[in-house]
Structure formats: C-alpha cells, structure tokens
C-alpha cells in the first residue's frame, strides 16, 4: 500500500497540475477515455490507486462524470492486463531482483536538487516497493500445499458444487476488501492455482469476487466528497457488480471456452487439470471479463451517466452553486500535495464567482427603492458574505496542511500566492458587504442621490464590473484575454474615481448642495476604489 501511495505520488508530482489538462485532452471521447484509464492504470500498476485518483479529480471537478465513466472502465482492463504479464513471465518471476534494481536505480537521485528527479524516483522506489511485497507474498506460499488444514478445507469446498463457487466469491471480495488492492490478491489467487492449491473453477470465482471487492477502495474515499466523486464511485461498484453477475450466470460456459481457447493457443493442456495452464486460463478470464463489460457498457455512456445523476441527484442550492463546499481532493488512501492544488485552485474560482454575484447584487440597491426585491439582495448579500468567511477559513486551512507535506518549490510558490489571492478575496467580499450596508443606511435614513451622482456611481460599477470579469478569466484561464485592456481599466477606475471626488468637493459651494448625501456618496467612493485595488492585488498575487 505504502508502495501504490508513493508510485502515486511521484506521478502525481510528474505531472504536476498539468494532470488534469493532460487527462482532458487525451480523454476527449469515451474510447480514448478508456484508453487513457488502461495506460494510466499499468503504469500505475493499480486499479485501486486509479479509481481513487479518478474519484478525486471528479470530486474536484477536474474532470466531468462522462469522462470518469470511462476511465473507470480503461482502468479495469489496465489491471487485468497485469494478469497476463504475470502469466507470461512465469509466477515464479523473481521479483524482488526487479525490485533492487529499480531501487539501486533511485536512491541515488532520491537526494537530487532537480523536483523532476525527484519525482522519478518516487515512481521507481513505489514500483520497486511494490514489486517487493508481491515477491514476498509469493515466497511465503511456497509450503502452503502442505497444509493439511487447509487442503482439507478446500477440498470440501470443491465437493459443494456451485455452494463453493459462491464461497470462493465471496472470498476473493473480502479479502480484496481487506487488503484494498486487487493486484495483490489476483497474484495470490494466481500462486495458489499454480500450485495446485485452488481448483480452477473456485481460482476463476475468486477472481471475479476480486473485481467486486476492488470497488471498496475508491467508495472510502467518496465518503467525504461531492456528488460528482460518490457517482464516479458508485459506478465504478455498478460496473465491476454487474460485470461479475454476467460472468457468473455463463460461469461455466465461460470457463469451457477458456478450456479449449488455452489448449489452442498454448502448449499447455486442460486449466481443469494442468496446474501451468490454470494461469494462463485465469489471465485470459480476468482480461476477457472486464473488455467484454466494456464492450457491453461503453456504448450506453450518455444514458449511463443519466443515471448515475438520477441516483445520487443535485439538490436545488447545488445547481445554483449556493451550497458549494471545500472537498479535499484525495480524501481517500492516496493523497498529493500537486492535486490538491488543483482543487483549491478551482475553489479560488468559484470564490471569485461568488464575489462576482455578490457584487451585482449590490448594483441593483442604486436603483431599487425599498421593495421586496431590495431587501432580498440585502439578504443574498450577507448570506453570501458569510458563506465567504467559511470559504476563506476552509482554504486556508487547506493550504496549511498542505505545506505539512513534502512539496516542491513550485507548490510552495503556489500556496503563498494561493493564501494571498485567498485574503484578498476575502477581503473583497467584505468590502462589497460594506458597500450594501451604505445602501441600506441610506434607505433607512431617506437620503436621495442627485442625477450626477447617481450617473457617476453607475460609471464606476460599470468598469468594475468589467475588472470583475477579468479577475475571473484570469483565475479560470490563467491569463487576461487582454492584459493591456485589464491594465487600462484598472487605470481608468481610478482616475474616474479621483475626478468624482473632485467634482464632488467642487460642489460644495452650490446652493442645493446635501452634505448627507455628500458623505454617502464620498464613503462609496472610498469602498470602490478599495474593491478596485482588491482587484488588483488578486490579479498580481495569482498572476506571480
């Protein structure tokens, strides 16, 4: 497990926050998707630790349901594929030689300045530990055909028929339960055939009982996560459960044909009764059973991620993104400091989305009297600057635990600049609160604006809300689409605010001139030349 994490991990460092673009664009339709879920899972040399990463990205948004439907499916096979390296090179394949060469490999760029070698080493001591711990699972069955005990107990389970097939199953599913790693027990159930320890029919429903216990893993990790993250779960356990319900209604018509296809293809004989064969037959079963649910599901994508919608359903808030919650990406077994990155970083736009309706909201208080539609922006304003104090403190916090881990120099520029962009936000969110709270002291005190003063007020919300947008491009896209445009409306926003305050000290002398409505209009001024710089300050903190 500690292996799978850290081969995770280096990956994820690899890749870095290019991930999720590297995932969108190979991933661009349901067959490269799952192309890109097999390639993904050999590397990794695990389905669980894919699953879970899959579970994650959607959880973040990183990546849409439809494209996790299908990386789900390519990372079953990708596992499967693993049987048939083993089968090809022998059960008897010393691992553990494998595994010191990849580590006489790594250690010595494991104390390298370079992040990237770094990160290359992570990959190779995590396959060399993993390499490692089959080995020794392997070795440490080599006496196990002598147990009386349990030659006793297998044969009477083979004596039972199809009750012992059913037994078998649910072997292969708690023990994958308990081990939470597919690979593992697949290698342990290939051993154990090999040796002549399980029969074929029972080594065949282990196996598929493995597929179903595999889909334990990636359900933890959706317990804390969003909707998106508990439908990619929930598929994932759909796909493997109905993928094993058809294997197991044509068990034995499927083992038949898996009978004549080894004989036919091999020098071996009968899997039924050649010990050498019975690997090759159990690969082939494994690989066989996940293409054909591939085949069988990839087809009905669309309605499948219907769904998967139907059952775990937005509540009304959600759809409009008023309940929209910090979930920490790789809240399961498998955690990188890279990837939770991109989460705050989508977390920094949604920030930025709220202080954007926050603020047309307070656009509408200029020429609203007090009615009914008033008083409910009033409302939205504060609900919203609350939910924005809970925003800020959870990424925060986020942040911090973040730095907790080992991260490289780019991540640790990233956090600063992240906690900045964060604050300033927040402080934002406050300044636009205040600015509600003028116009409702205003209403309450009955103070009217002149046709000037309304007009200059509406100038500045104009280009405000201009900067508003490019503060949002800049944090969704990572760049203006015009910096020279952002750059002069920045300008131009504080140069029409110094020319209000002119005039309006200019007006004093006038005989109609209202030093309440003055004082009112001066305080707007102040709190938009301060979200103006608030502004500014989150375009140069996440642009650096």
């Known amino acids: 497990m500690y292996g799978m994490k850290t081969l995770s991990s280096g990956l994820q460092k690899a890749a870095g926050e290019n991930l999720r673009t590297l995932i969108n664009r190979v991933a661009y339709n349901d067959f490269s998707g799952v192309m890109t879920g097999t390639l993904l899972t050999l590397l990794v040399q695990s389905s669980t630790a894919t699953s879970v990463l899959f579970v994650g990205l959607a959880n973040a948004g990183l990546i849409n349901l439809r494209q996790s439907i299908t990386l789900i499916m390519g990372a079953n096979i990708g596992t499967a594929l693993k049987a048939l390296f083993i089968a090809y090179s022998g059960v008897n394949l010393n691992l553990q030689s494998l595994a010191l060469i990849m580590a006489a490999v790594a250690l010595p760029i494991l104390f390298s300045q370079r992040n990237n070698l770094r990160s290359i080493s992570d990959i190779l001591l995590g396959l060399a530990m993993m390499f490692l711990s089959l080995g020794v699972i392997t070795n440490s069955l080599d006496n196990l055909d002598q147990n009386q005990a349990l030659t006793d107990l297998l044969a009477y389970a083979s004596g039972m028929g199809f009750g012992g097939i059913f037994i078998s199953l649910l072997t292969g599913l708690v023990l994958t339960m308990i081990m939470q790693s597919s690979s593992a027990m697949m290698t342990l159930t290939l051993v154990l055939s090999s040796k002549g320890i399980l029969s074929f029919e029972m080594a065949a429903a282990m196996i598929i009982g493995e597929n179903i216990g595999t889909t334990v893993t990636a359900n933890l990790a959706a317990i804390v996560a969003n909707k998106n993250g508990k439908r990619v779960a929930l598929w994932h356990t759909l796909f493997n459960l109905f993928g094993a319900i058809i294997a197991m209604a044509l068990f034995y018509p499927i083992l038949h044909s898996l009978d004549h296809f080894v004989q036919a293809t091999t020098k071996h004989g009968s899997p039924f009764n050649d010990t050498e064969a019975r690997t090759y037959a159990l690969a082939f079963l494994h690989v066989g059973f996940n293409i054909a649910s591939v085949l069988?599901?990839?087809?009905?994508?669309?309605?499948?991620?219907?769904?998967?919608?139907?059952?775990?359903?937005?509540?009304?808030?959600?759809?409009?993104?008023?309940?929209?919650?910090?979930?920490?990406?790789?809240?399961?077994?498998?955690?990188?400091?890279?990837?939770?990155?991109?989460?705050?970083?989508?977390?920094?736009?949604?920030?930025?989305?709220?202080?954007?309706?926050?603020?047309?909201?307070?656009?509408?208080?200029?020429?609203?009297?007090?009615?009914?539609?008033?008083?409910?922006?009033?409302?939205?304003?504060?609900?919203?600057?609350?939910?924005?104090?809970?925003?800020?403190?959870?990424?925060?916090?986020?942040?911090?635990?973040?730095?907790?881990?080992?991260?490289?120099k780019t991540t640790s520029k990233n956090v600063r600049n992240y906690l900045s962009t964060t604050n300033e936000l927040e402080r934002m969110a406050d300044s636009i609160y205040q600015v509600s709270k003028i116009y409702e002291r205003k209403l309450q005190k009955r103070i009217w604006f002149t046709t000037e003063q309304r007009e200059g007020i509406k100038r500045i919300m104009n280009k405000l809300g201009l900067l508003m947008n490019d503060m949002n491009d800049l944090l969704l896209n990572g760049k203006f689409e015009s910096r020279s445009a952002y750059e002069d409306r920045l300008a131009n926003l504080f140069f029409l605010q110094e020319e209000l305050k002119e005039k309006q000290l200019e007006s004093v002398e006038n005989p109609d001139f209202n030093i309440r409505s003055s004082s009112v209009f001066m305080d707007l001024l102040a709190l938009y030349q301060r979200i103006g710089e608030q502004i500014g300050n989150v375009c140069e903190s996440f642009r650096e």
């Open 296 to 408: 069988l599901f990839v087809w009905f994508t669309p309605q499948i991620e219907q769904l998967l919608n139907k059952l775990i359903h937005d509540k009304a808030e959600e759809k409009n993104g008023d309940a929209f919650s910090l979930q920490y990406i790789q809240s399961g077994i498998i955690r990188s400091p890279e990837l939770d990155m991109l989460e705050v970083k989508k977390s920094l736009e949604h920030f930025a989305k709220i202080n954007n309706q926050m603020f047309k909201a307070s656009e509408t208080l200029l020429t609203r009297n007090e009615n009914n539609e008033f008083h409910e922006s009033l409302q939205k304003i504060h609900d919203w600057e609350n939910y924005t104090d809970n925003l800020d403190h959870d990424i925060t916090e986020f942040l911090n635990k973040i730095t907790e881990n080992d991260i490289s």
